[in-house]
């Protein structure tokens, strides 16, 4: 049995923000109606929110760092290969120097 897209990406996520590689940070995940997550993300100098839905598999990804707010991936994603990425590099945002 396939798991449901939604506890695919929070399963996900909660995998990669405990990999090294990933800034330490706080994250709340909630179900705000059927077939919707939302997960938001904080670090010391971020914070993200990871969108999900089920019935067209979507992933909308948004980062705010201070002032600037931007979307890093928004649609669908046709593959688990494809939500890992979109996670990978939210996980890559997130660590980034803001300085850089």
Same mark, same amino acid.
């Given at each position: 049995?396939?798991t %449901?897209? $939604?506890?695919?990406?929070?399963? @996900?996520?909660?995998?990669?923000? @405990?990999? *090294?590689?990933?800034? %330490? ?5 909630? @179900? *705000?109606?059927s077939?919707? $997550?939302?997960?938001r ?5 971020a914070?993200?929110m990871?969108?999900a839905?089920?019935a $067209?598999r ?5 980062v705010q ?5 931007r979307v890093? &991936?928004?649609? *669908?994603c ?8 979109? $996670?990978?590099?939210l996980?890559t945002?997130? &660590?980034?120097? %803001?300085?850089?």
């Amino acid at each position: 049995m396939e798991t %449901p897209f $939604l506890s695919q990406v929070e399963d @996900r996520w909660n995998a990669m923000r @405990r990999m *090294p590689s990933c800034a %330490p940070a706080r994250s709340t995940a909630s @179900r *705000p109606g059927s077939g919707r $997550l939302v997960i938001r993300v904080e670090t010391g100098e971020a914070k993200a929110m990871i969108v999900a839905t089920e019935a $067209l598999r979507t992933l909308d990804i948004t980062v705010q760092r201070f002032k600037e707010e931007r979307v890093l &991936s928004e649609g *669908p994603c046709h593959s688990d290969h494809e939500v890992d990425q979109r $996670l990978r590099s939210l996980c890559t945002e997130l &660590s980034a120097s %803001p300085f850089a």
